[in-house]
């Protein structure tokens, strides 16, 4: 797990149980979207990739019925690439 649930509801000012087990969802919907582009996983995980999954949870927790308008489906909040670019998977020169 990159993030704990305890730190998502931290970072989104959450008090209370009711919305857990939607949390918990996004939290593993965010992990794998990261993992698609760090592999493998640094251990231990850097703050930057900790604070994308944030990022992205927010955005799940906050924008639950996003429609997408345009050609460009990967709608991603700001600052997502700039935390994960500097730990991609990059094939070694040959």
């Given amino acids: 797990m990159i993030v704990t649930l305890s730190s ?8 209370g149980t009711s919305d ?18 760090v592999d493998p996983m640094p251990d231990p995980v850097p ?19 996003d429609t997408i308008v345009g050609l460009d489906a990967r ?3 700001i600052g997502f690439w700039d935390l994960v670019s500097p730990h991609r998977w990059q094939e070694p020169a040959a």
């Fill in 20 to 37: 857990d087990e939607l949390l918990g969802d996004y939290i593993e919907a965010a992990e794998d979207y990261v993992r698609q582009f």
């Fill in 47 to 65: 703050a930057s990739l900790k604070q994308a999954v944030r990022l992205l949870v927010a955005n799940f927790y906050e924008h639950r019925e």
């Fill in 75 to 77: 709608q991603l909040p």
């Fill in 8 to 15: 998502i509801k931290a970072h989104l000012r959450i008090v």
